[in-house]
């Protein structure tokens, strides 16, 4: 697939070939900082827009048609996959993520469905009719929430600032807290292989909130669940991107599960954390997303600043080191891709 599309450069860069610029794409890119999201959002629910493929589609090319990214991502959410095992899942304005049924007990752990795949079957619809209308012009990233993320949530019941009983249940309970997490990652892999034969061209893992971790909890209830994931996927040639925040601390450990790219947050001086990974390894990111407030002419500097830190590295891909915000005004946002576009090694 990667050798038709008319614009590769996001999976040359995944693959650490040479390219002309760097390729850009935005996590949140299909969201609320444009107008044209309300205007679909305001008729449907977040939910009801992830499982009508038409719609999902239509959101996906919101940013392929008004920014001229380099690569699409799926219209979806990381917790459908905990909403397919049983998660009473909503999505309220102003509160987030909510689920109505926590999973905090042995039972509730046992009442979690693992034989759940059917319930995602939107999702693979969604994809094809994504394909059809991206016809072969970039490639579409598919993703999905890592295990420690998704357990955070269905723990917390909720969004949360300090995982306290996210944290309280690996302290206390770590084999109930594994037993959430080797469902979740079995769910994973077959989630991922599905988007991969639906034909998605990339894929990502969401560990968002790994930095909550202590290094030794990062590698037993997190790390050591993506690289199962990372090791059962049917990659052939699709690259992985691996993104959490923390990864400016945990990239040599991220690396060790076997990832195309590892996506990094804005803490980290990018080619130091490059220059310490395999060669094979490519890195995506790193611009703190509230650079896109400011003015063009600061946004300008802050991208060829990190473009000149960059330059003769194969194995980049240039991003947010988190997803844009909401009110982020979509002007900036476009002139940024702008610079990128017009920017030449
Ligand atoms: O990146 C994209 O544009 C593609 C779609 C996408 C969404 N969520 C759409 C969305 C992706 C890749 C995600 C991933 C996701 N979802 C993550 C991982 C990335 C990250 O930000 O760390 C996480 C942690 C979630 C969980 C989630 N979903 C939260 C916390 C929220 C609401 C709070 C907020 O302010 O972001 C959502 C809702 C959500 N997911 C929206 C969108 C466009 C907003 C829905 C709305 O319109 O109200």
């Not at 996590?27 to 629910?45: D, L, P, T, V």
């Not at 034969?197 to 997190?222: K, M, P, R, T």
């Not at 945990?250 to 060790?256: C, K």
Request: aromatic share 10%; hydrophobic share 45%; proline share 5%.
């Amino acid at each position: 697939m990667k050798d038709t599309l008319q614009n590769d450069l996001l999976l040359r860069a995944a693959w650490s070939q040479q390219t002309e610029r760097p390729p850009v794409w935005m996590m949140r890119q299909a969201g609320r900082f444009m107008k044209e999201y309300w205007e679909i959002k305001n008729k449907y629910s977040f939910l009801e827009m992830c499982k009508t493929p038409e719609i999902a589609a239509d959101v996906t090319m919101l940013p392929v048609d008004l920014l001229g990214i380099d690569g699409a991502i799926l219209f979806s959410d990381i917790l459908v996959t905990a909403e397919a095992m049983g998660g009473d899942l909503s999505f309220e304005q102003g509160v987030g993520p909510r689920f109505a049924n926590p999973v905090r007990t042995v039972a509730d752990m046992e009442r979690l469905s693992v034989d759940c795949i059917d319930r995602l079957q939107y999702v693979a619809d969604a994809i094809k009719v994504i394909q059809q209308r991206l016809d072969k012009s970039i490639p579409l990233i598919g993703f999905a929430g890592a295990p420690f993320t998704i357990l955070s949530y269905l723990v917390e019941g909720a969004s949360s600032k300090d995982f306290k009983r996210t944290k309280l249940m690996l302290n206390n309970e770590p084999e109930l807290a594994h037993a959430i997490l080797q469902k979740v990652a079995d769910v994973t892999v077959e989630y991922l292989n599905m988007q991969i034969a639906a034909g998605v061209n990339a894929i990502q893992l969401f560990d968002s909130w790994a930095l909550a971790l202590s290094w030794n909890d990062y590698h037993e209830f997190s790390h050591h669940y993506n690289k199962y994931i990372i090791s059962k996927l049917n990659r052939q040639d699709i690259p992985v991107i691996s993104f959490c925040k923390g990864s400016s601390v945990f990239a040599p450990v991220m690396a060790e599960a076997k990832p195309d790219v590892i996506s990094v947050d804005w803490n980290a001086d990018l080619l130091n954390i490059k220059q310490a990974l395999p060669a094979n390894i490519a890195v995506q990111g790193n611009l703190d997303p509230f650079v896109l407030y400011a003015d063009k002419k600061v946004i300008r500097e802050k991208i060829l600043q990190l473009f000149e830190r960059m330059r003769g590295v194969d194995g980049f891909i240039f991003n947010l080191g988190h997803g844009i915000m909401p009110d982020i005004p979509f002007d900036n946002v476009k002139y940024a891709i702008e610079v990128v576009k017009e920017f030449r090694y």
